[in-house]
């Protein structure tokens, strides 16, 4: 029963701490006053345990009688006539208990538990709500700037004096506005990526065919002669737009 208390205590502060009186959700951000806020909705939940730990009359605060509830005892009925019988509400006075224990629904030291509980949840709720408007921080300090403009000053000088280094610059500026505006920048990526992998490959093969073809570089190397072996043509493979081998390249090699 108390897990199910306290996850309504926690539906019910959430429902208070991430929404606004519209039912809006809230996008927290620095300036935000998130501690009042959840100090509000905390207290607020707080005061729900008491009213939840025992059944009450909502206006006066009281057990409820049993005997208004009922009705009076019937003509002819006596008391040693319900012996045999469940107590009326579950309250049996001979058996010691009362009907304010058994109105009772969670005991002080259960009620203190899920107090506990509670906070540890709804400070865990609170956290998150403080990352999330501090990670949404991305602004680089002023102070940056100027001390790029000062350590960078020399540089800027340079640029500004070259006619050539001006026009590289905005060639550069230009095609790459250019490229980020019709989207171009994934695939020129994969053609760059491409073109490093597929001159790898060539390089490498270079490497090799000198290294068999060298008798010096062999046997500097370690490698031992391979009469068999012929210098041939090194074959461009067949790629895909993500700059990868297509199936027909990939079966090329196998044979």
Do not use: C
Not at 53 to 75: C, H, K, M, V
């Amino acid at each position: 029963m108390e897990g199910n208390i306290l996850l309504k205590l926690r539906e019910n502060f959430e429902d208070k701490f991430r929404y606004d009186e519209a039912g809006v959700p809230r996008i927290w951000r620095p300036t935000d006053d998130i501690e009042g806020i959840y100090t509000k909705a905390r207290e607020s939940t707080l005061k729900l345990i008491p009213l939840l730990s025992r059944f009450r009359l909502a206006s006066t605060y009281a057990p409820p009688d049993l005997i208004s509830f009922i009705g009076p005892q019937p003509s002819g009925v006596e008391a040693g006539d319900e012996e045999d019988l469940a107590p009326i509400g579950g309250v049996d006075e001979e058996e010691g208990k009362s009907l304010e224990e058994e109105t009772t629904v969670l005991s002080e030291s259960k009620r203190q538990d899920l107090v506990v509980r509670f906070k540890k949840t709804a400070d865990g709720v609170f956290v998150e709500a403080k990352r999330s408007a501090i990670g949404g921080v991305a602004q680089i300090p002023w102070y940056f700037y100027m001390l790029l403009l000062a350590l960078g000053w020399n540089e800027i000088l340079t640029v500004l004096r070259n006619p050539v280094l001006i026009l590289l610059l905005l060639l550069i500026a230009g095609g790459t506005y250019v490229a980020y505006t019709l989207n171009l920048i994934g695939p020129m990526m994969h053609m760059g990526n491409a073109a490093i992998t597929q001159g790898l490959d060539i390089g490498k093969a270079r490497l090799r065919e000198y290294i068999i073809n060298s008798e010096g570089t062999r046997q500097a190397v370690g490698v031992p002669a391979n009469r068999n072996s012929t210098s041939a043509d090194i074959g461009l493979d067949t790629l895909d737009s993500r700059g990868k081998k297509t199936n027909t390249s990939a079966e090329d090699d196998d044979f």
